[in-house]
């Protein structure tokens, strides 16, 4: 009889106590509601078979079918199709609210570089604040920053016909330090993000190679003058651009986020292991790094991170909704294993469509009373230590790595 008693306290503080979504994205705007295929809300695929034939094919999908049938008022029967039909009619602040108000996330950290050339159909950072008790606070993607700021040097310097590598890199690097600088002493700016995964991978050098500067900057110029676009693909630009937020972080107590594992098809698998970052953390002690998506599938990599180095945090998100609920329960189970629970943080990585923080968060709330829930049967936790974990995961470690000061707003 204890045992059920305990139970159902442990089930009462998972599904309500309020949480922090340390990383997420910013949803479309209502007129561009269906800019996007509505499939990537449950793969990383970009081909066009990838989300129409193979990704509602998938536990995920079926698993997200079903559950925003039910979010819908739609029949337990209903298909993938029916769900999208559903949403295209919906009156989209009725679809946002009825989607983000069952998730109890009383703030969010908004990651408001994502979209590219699309960030115009993206609604501003500070719009997502009625849905949430707290003001939504920004994490600025350093490669967006560092590519405006190199397009603006390059074009003065094309404009005023007097293109000179080595002078535009010294304005960059002045521009760039000092713009990291004003942004962490932004009291919006909850904290930064680098997405080096993406585009050269996780082994960063410490500190950068500098030899070949005035080449790749003579090149960048010239693919930018045909162009007239620029995305950092250079292994030396993008280690210099983490290796300046690690500093400046560090001095402004702010933490950098990375991604690391799951992605789509622009990331080289086998540099997105987050163990290639272990000379950069062994580097900047004093900055603490966030250790975005689990990882997967390098979770205990991860995990090892977290529990051997001061400054490293390890994120459990977007394995909901992207994994099947085997996969997320196993997940987690990995990030126990050696994380410190005092050092792990949940978010939904919400992007695009309101179903993503949805699904986001009825999933981890669901995985992490599964997970506890056995621990406690198996009388490995006692009540609050598993309801400390549940509390820690949700809201109070990413309150305090963030310097949120928030309080929890218990109904």
Known sequence: MEINNDVWELSRVVFNYPSIDNHAHALLRSEFRDAFQFEGL??????????????????ACYRATAQLAKLYGLSPNSDWESIKSFRRAAQYENLCRSCLEPTRIQCILIDDGLGGGDRDKLNDYSWH??????????????????????????DEQIMANNVV?????????????????ALGQDPAVAGFKSIVCYRTGL????????????????TMILVYAARRTLRLADKFVNDYAVNVAMRVAGECDKPVQFHTGLGDSDITLALASPALLQPLVKAYPGTKVVLLHAAYPFTREAGYLTSVYDNVFLDFGEIFPFVSADGQRDTLKQVLELAPTNKILWSTDGHFWPESYYLGSVQARQCLFEVLEGSLRRFELTLPQAVGIA?????????????LGLEPRVA
Do not use: C, H
């Open 165 to 181: 590598p080595g002078e535009l890199w010294t304005s960059f690097e002045a521009r760039f330090t000092g713009a990291l600088s």
């Open 129 to 154: 604040d009625q849905f949430t008790g707290a003001p939504t606070k920004r994490i600025v993607r350093i490669e967006t920053i560092a590519e405006e700021l190199l397009m603006k040097a390059m």
């Open 391 to 403: 509390r820690r995961a949700l809201f109070e470690n990413a309150n305090r790595i963030y310097n």
């Open 42 to 59: 449950i793969t990383e695929s970009q081909s066009t078979r990838g989300l129409t034939e193979d990704a509602p094919t998938t536990l």
């Open 203 to 218: 082994a960063v050098a410490v500190p950068p190679d500098k030899s070949q500067v005035e080449r790749v900057i003579m």
